[in-house]
């Protein structure tokens, strides 16, 4: 079946960085972009970025330029998520979630149709 | 950016209810609007998507209505399974942004 199977929890350091994967499986690897997005604690839900695995261009959320890099492994169909110069409120839970998309009278819509279980970053 | 709201932040209500939850975008995304169910511990579940179209798996009380800046999720009889918190999310422009969710509670 169709799944994301992300790394397991991080403990880090203030300054330090961290690295999460997420291993797809169960569909073409290329074929969909994977979204990153974030929960810290009692919070909400923040958008950090979208690669796409086929060519690996990536398109990251203003707030974390210059900090997070996201690439991939098209041979083991992993996405990687690398987030640098940790402070405290980068303590969350970090999913990946696949871009599913429908086209709707000549429109494309997208939404994430699968999601990773969570990896939880804790940043002490 | 493009700003999601959410309304109200939570509400309390019984099985059986009929349950509305409204998302305004600050501008407008068309029908690029998305609503996810959350669980606690758990990862984010896709309920409609494209405003107003089901996911496959998805009970039929839930219904998406609204384009442009407007847009509503409603349960239409609540059952147990369904006290969770939801978000909606614009599909329309990077940054992709979530609402600050809906808590729905037991009364």
């Known amino acids: 079946q169709v799944q994301l199977v992300q790394s397991g929890a991080e403990v880090k350091k203030p300054g330090a960085s961290v690295k999460v994967s997420c291993k797809a499986s169960g569909y073409t690897f290329t074929i969909y972009y994977i979204h990153w997005v974030r929960q810290a604690p009692g919070q909400g839900l923040e958008w950090m970025g979208i690669i796409n695995p086929s060519g690996g261009s990536t398109i990251y959320a203003q707030k974390f330029q210059g900090r997070v890099t996201m690439t991939r492994d098209t041979s083991t169909s992993t996405v990687y998520m690398e987030l640098s110069s940790l402070r405290s409120e980068d303590t969350a839970v970090y999913y990946c979630?696949?871009?599913?998309?429908?086209?709707?009278?000549?429109?494309?819509?997208?939404?994430?149709?699968?999601w990773g279980k969570g990896s939880t970053v804790t940043v002490s | 950016d493009i700003q999601m709201t959410q309304s109200p932040s939570s509400l309390s209500a019984s099985v059986g209810d009929r349950v509305t939850i409204s998302c305004r975008a600050s501008?407008?995304?068309?029908?690029?609007l998305n609503w996810y169910q959350q669980k606690p511990g758990r990862a984010p579940n896709l309920l409609i998507y494209?405003?107003?179209n089901l996911q496959i798996g998805v009970p039929s009380r839930f219904s998406g209505s609204g384009s442009e800046t407007d847009f509503a999720l409603t349960i239409s009889s609540l059952q147990p399974e369904d006290f969770a918190t939801y978000y909606c999310q614009q599909s329309y422009s990077s940054p992709q942004t979530f609402g600050q969710g809906t808590k729905v509670e037991i009364k």
């Open positions: 494209a405003a107003s």
């Open positions: 979630a696949r871009r599913g998309g429908i086209i709707m009278t000549h429109i494309n819509y997208f939404y994430m149709d699968v």
């Open positions: 501008q407008s995304i068309a029908s690029h």
